[in-house]
């Protein structure tokens, strides 16, 4: 696994919105991003960007669980506080010089995606670790072939 102990002091994961969306949502991928040994990062806009959707996915979920929007509004944020502190947040210009080398990647297959590969190169330049990525995206697959694990779910099988 890519957060057992033997692993986790040489990899970290880059932790993909869609992932943080899952972990809000859903209990079991909740549980492994927040038992993952490993160092997650993610952008510093995640949580703000996931907030604008709040009032469409606490009802959502309200009524998949028979409960008020309001029970669920408490629920999201208090996973949103558990996972602030769980994943180290970097800023947006921390991610600026690699750019056009995320674009080169993925950018062609989805520009929306570019930031989240910009970080994932940033941290295996400055920490010179293997960087799994984390993403329910099929597009970060493209990242495979530029040395980059990639996983739908935190922690689901070693990140090689």
Known sequence: ????????????????????????????????LMECRAACYTL?????????????????????LSVSPEKIIERFASRINAMS??????PEDRVLPYWDEAFEIIGWRDSG??????????????LGARVCMI??????EEATKHGFAWRKRPCDRACA
Request: aromatic share 8%; with cysteine.
């Open 113 to 126: 995606d570019v930031p989240i590969m910009a970080l994932a190169l940033c941290l295996r330049a400055e």
């Open 44 to 64: 510093s806009y995640v949580f703000s960007e996931i907030a604008r959707h709040w009032d469409r996915l606490a009802p959502w979920k309200a009524r998949k």
């Open 135 to 140: 993403s329910t995206d099929k597009d970060f």
């Open 1 to 32: 696994m890519c957060c057992s102990s033997s692993e986790s002091h040489d990899a970290v994961c880059v932790i993909d919105t869609s992932v943080v969306i899952a972990a809000l949502l859903g209990d079991i991928t909740y549980k492994r």
């Open 85 to 90: 502190a769980k994943l180290k947040m970097v």
